[in-house]
């Protein structure tokens, strides 16, 4: 859904019937990797992510669903949305209705 800077820096996706988070620090066996959320065609879906105190959590429509302690320095300069990069055609297939990145001091 969301990809950092070519893979590996930072992204949000739908694989294997789940969605998952995954950064270096947070790595596969995290809990944000393995979050055991499925999503249903159809549906529409408000999904946030975000980061306080070096706790990334991910929310369904507003219901706290996954989160796992994550001390990744996000320094990449691009963001795909709807496509995972570096060379692939690997695209979402669905819809993105809104989408906001905010730095919260």
Do not use: H
């Not at 949000?12 to 999503?39: E, K, M, V």
């Amino acid at each position: 859904i969301i990809d950092q800077g070519g893979g590996d820096n930072g992204t949000l996706s739908y694989y294997l019937n789940q969605l998952r988070y995954y950064n270096p620090a947070t790595g596969i066996y995290s809990n944000l990797y393995n979050t055991g959320i499925s999503l249903n065609i159809g549906t529409k879906y408000t999904i946030e992510v975000k980061r306080v105190s070096g706790i990334t959590s991910i929310y369904i429509d507003g219901i706290l669903r996954a989160s796992g302690s994550d001390s990744y320095n996000y320094t990449a300069t691009k963001c795909w949305v709807g496509r995972y990069p570096a060379g692939t055609s690997q695209y979402l297939y669905g819809k993105i209705d809104y989408f906001r990145i905010k730095k919260i001091p």
